[in-house]
């Protein structure tokens, strides 16, 4: 944001006291290729996922696999916080979801390809242990067998 | 842990505050409300920008890297937040039968759906828009303290769990509808006439009310996510 000067105290209160995960450094993988060599996919946590696929419950630390050919009329989202906004979703799932803007891209020559999937966790986790643990390193696994280069991480 | 995997990520970030103590390996801070990462619905040429620049932090060759979206791509005219119920007072005049008002949103909301080429919010309940008086009539029950259950719930979805989703699709259903009515209306405007002047506002003012009333913090968060 929400630049947190623009919020309510109470918003603000609750966004400087929510558990973030302290790191002091993180891994880095040097990208070796030009974008337009690249595979690419979003991994969001905007609680996305196809319809008729099994819905997200708070604090659901498992994911959803979206195939990256899904049209974006088969997207809903059961992450449904009343802390956000959810018209600009309704009007357009780029804004948290940009699958359509990437596809421009590609077909402009500035990106290689999609990989087959994206992956989709719950947002405003409190509680991170699982995703770490396991489906973290579940969905990175996968990615990688995929020959995906680059993952877009996304919010909502 | 996608990077462990050896997958170069990037990131866009909506709280700058807490990025700097998670430090992603790249990470663009937007200064935009959440629901609105990439900027505004509909403005592509806004999204590639934020997507370039999200894309561009791969050319960094150390980490981890926290860069601000430059100054002249945002708006600046976006609200914080949506205004909650809790913020907006009812009108006097409410409209008492809310079956008939969603049968009328609904007609709105049909329209919405070939405007849109069938893309909706609405479903998670798994009760068709068609029969969806039905979802109204169990919350109302549920609002007056009966005790109600539908068919449709799912044996491993718990009652509360099924009430939000239920209230969720109502809100869909009137807020897409509402799109249709007046299509340039932004979440703000919506909200204040979803809580103010409908009368499923109301209803899920006193379906908050009774989930909020209870000692199972289950239902209290149920009741969160209804309304504040």
Known sequence: MPRLDRLSQIARNNLLTFPAQVNETAPFVRLTKPLAACRLAIVTTAGLHRRGDRLFTPGDQSYRVIPSDTPTIDIIQSHTSIGFDRVPTMRDVNISFPIDRLRELIARGELGELGPSCYSFMGAQREVARIESETGPEVGRRLRDEGVDIALITPT | ?228
């Open chain 2, 1 to 228: 842990m996608l990077e462990q995997a050896g997958v170069s990520t990037t990131s866009i970030s909506l709280v700058r505050e807490h990025t700097e103590k998670v430090k992603p390996p790249r990470a663009l801070f937007v200064p935009f409300p959440f629901g609105m990462a990439f900027g505004r619905p509909d403005d592509a040429e806004l999204q590639h920008r934020v997507l370039r620049a999200a894309l561009d932090l791969l050319a960094e060759t150390t980490g981890p890297v926290l860069r601000d979206l430059p100054a002249e791509l945002d708006p600046g005219d976006q609200p914080g937040a949506p205004p909650q119920a809790s913020g907006i007072t009812p009108a006097t005049q409410i409209p008492d039968d809310v079956a008939m008002e969603t049968t009328q949103m609904r007609r709105y909301h049909e329209r919405w759906l070939e405007k849109s080429g069938g893309r909706t919010h609405f479903g998670l309940a798994g009760i068709p828009a068609t029969r969806f008086r039905g979802a109204v009539r169990f919350l109302e029950g549920f609002a007056e303290g009966q005790d109600v259950d539908m068919p449709e719930r799912p044996a491993d979805v718990p009652l509360p769990n099924f009430i939000r989703y239920c209230a969720d699709d109502l809100k869909a259903l009137y807020f897409e509808g509402h799109l249709v009515m007046k299509p340039a209306a932004g979440g703000e405007e919506i909200a204040r006439w979803f809580w103010g002047e409908t009368g499923a506002g109301r209803l899920l003012r006193r379906v908050r009310d009774r989930l909020d009333a209870s000692t199972d913090p289950r239902w209290k968060a149920a009741a969160f996510g209804v309304a504040r």
